[in-house]
């Protein structure tokens, strides 16, 4: 639940950008490619990202000019000049970074020491994007507490120092994405906030923290985005016998593992939802949108998610400097906030809400600050959550959500809490767990592959019963169904083949499923053989959708640790990019069944969820048998 706020204010807000602009040519004279391949990975990031100035605190010769902690002191400084106050009426440092110059001690207390300040409470947050958010959360808890009366909150990055050529291209990572692909991202910057519970200001308007919401789904998702350990995530750099062999093996590369940020502004979109269903946020009383993402390209994937929740943010109310500041990671959201009140003049009564995920690990948080009237009376209530408003947020299909009608919508909304509360319990599973934590073996694969197969195999076969118990008002839908079946009649042999690669010596009809899996096919051949089984749409939303959001995220940390050839993998591979096609199609028969019987829902609805605790069974009985 969010932290609400009654009597925490910005009274101010700074930030520090190193050196001159540095435009994508001049790029080059600070972090240069280092061959063809390198410039071509440079080129096809820059061309996507948007990204079009930065700023870097070391000179051409990669010498460092600023250093991480001048960066969030001369941001510190700012911010205070800007509310003429003194460094020696605040009580509290809160700083945020993904580092600092020194492993030890914490960056806040060596930010205190650049700054001179006098004796004060100090937290040191360090994470990714949201580690400044959670320093600000503190500060802003600690003022609400009565804790303290004033607290600065401060973040920094300082990435340029990995990325120079000097200490990136010995590591021989030419063509190695994973590695380039921040280099072309990240930059320097550090912003900062005053807080206090007494707000003054001369500009008619204060602006007061209503409240912060932070989650991390880090027990649902592997590392997405790290330094300090090896490509493949299995080793530390302090296990090295030296620093030297660490940075060989590219233990202190930056690395980005792509393929799994979708995921990221999947469960961040989702989180919003229900925020908004809480009552805590409505998206039309949104007045400015101040999105941290890191690329251009992540924009429509915000606004489409958005979209399908029916909960969207006009374009016109989102607020952006990524175009001439980069990604400054952590940094990011409060340099954003500084220019955008530098460059707006917001009136009372408004409402600014930020958005900041984090690819480190998948971690969203939140924050919504209202403009009040400089003279509007200060109002120090006892905190209390908000009344849930009667609304129900909804998530809308692939297409256009203004054209899909309420009832869908409804249903819709509905599934994706179910999905989201399947989908984390999966990757808590044993066996995906163990995938996540390095430590799969051959012998898991085969054994999940020989259990998997009789279970795939029948799943043409209660499809097709449920054709036969549809009755001729469903004669379309069973026309759907049966291509589907069609498509997905010999997946079990593709499947059957990949066990057989994986050292499986099992003839065919002697894999048996799993206790989860003869649960499961129990119950869908029982539902299928029932007069209308429309419900069975709710289990071919979760079948489906395993196939489409989960297997992609499985198969990268699969291939890394199971010594197979790529042909070992082809049912994984086949339904990663085949089943949105599928789900598309069950759209399709959930608009025509909910024509003819708009209760349908209902049944949809609680096969889903039967589904869900039975394919989950089928995941935590792999490991067992």
Sequence with gaps: MPTRFNR?????????????????????????????????????????????????????????????????????HDC??????????????SVGSSGSDALIPGFAAMVQGELGAPPMETLSSLGVCAAGISALNYAAQSIELGAHQQALVATAEMPSRIFKKSRFAPRGYSSDFDAHFLRWMLSDGAGAVLLTDTPHTKK?????????????????????????????????????????????????SLRQDIRLLPHLFDVSIHEYVKLVHDGWV???EIDHFLCH???ARFIPVVEELLDKAGLSIPRERWYSNLTTRGNTGSASIFIMLAEFLDTHQVKPGEKIFCFIPESGRMTAAY??????????????HAAAAPAAKNVQPDIAAPHDPQSAPQHLQSLLTTLAGTWHDYRSQVWRSPVIHKLVSQQFALEDYRNWTAQWVPQVREGSKWMREAVESLTGAY?????????????????????????????????????????????LNTYLHSLASTKNPIGLLGAIYIIEGTGQRIVPALLPLLRKQVDLPASAFRFLEY???????????????????????????????ATAKRTAQLYLMQFEHILES
């Design 575 to 605: 339904h990663g990019a085949n089943d949105e096609h599928h789900l598309a199609r069950w759209l399709a028969a959930v608009e025509l069944v909910l024509a003819i019987d708009p209760q349908a829902a209902s049944a949809i609805i």
């Design 204 to 252: 008619g308007v204060r602006l007061k923290i209503n409240w912060i919401h932070q989650k991390s789904f880090a027990g649902d998702y592997p590392v997405c985005m790290q330094l300090g350990l090896t490509e493949g995530r299995s080793k530390s750099f302090l296990d090295f016998p030296s620093s030297s062999e660490a940075e060989a093996a590219g233990a202190l």
């Design 293 to 295: 993402y890191s690329s």
């Design 475 to 519: 004669a379309d839908l069973a026309a759907l169904i049966e291509t589907h079946a069609g498509e997905e009649q010999n997946d079990f042999k593709i499947l059957y083949e990949d066990y057989c690669a994986a050292g499986g010596t099992e003839p065919l009809d002697n894999l048996q499923r799993n206790p989860g899996g003869e649960a």
């Design 367 to 380: 924050m919504l600050i209202e403009v009040e009237a400089a003279d509007a009376p200060l109002v120090a």
């Design 282 to 284: 409505t998206s039309s």
């Design 8 to 76: 925490v204010y910005i009274q101010s807000a700074g930030y520090h950008l190193p050196g001159e602009p540095v435009d994508n040519q001049a790029m080059d004279d600070f972090i240069a490619p280092l061959n063809r391949i390198s410039s071509r990975i440079k080129n096809k990031i820059l061309a996507e990202n948007g990204i079009q100035t930065r700023h870097y605190a070391i000179d051409k010769n990669g010498a460092t000019v600023t250093s991480h902690t001048q960066l969030a002191a001369n941001a510190i």
């Design 80 to 93: 205070l000049t800007r509310a003429n106050a003194n460094l020696s009426d605040v009580s509290l440092l």
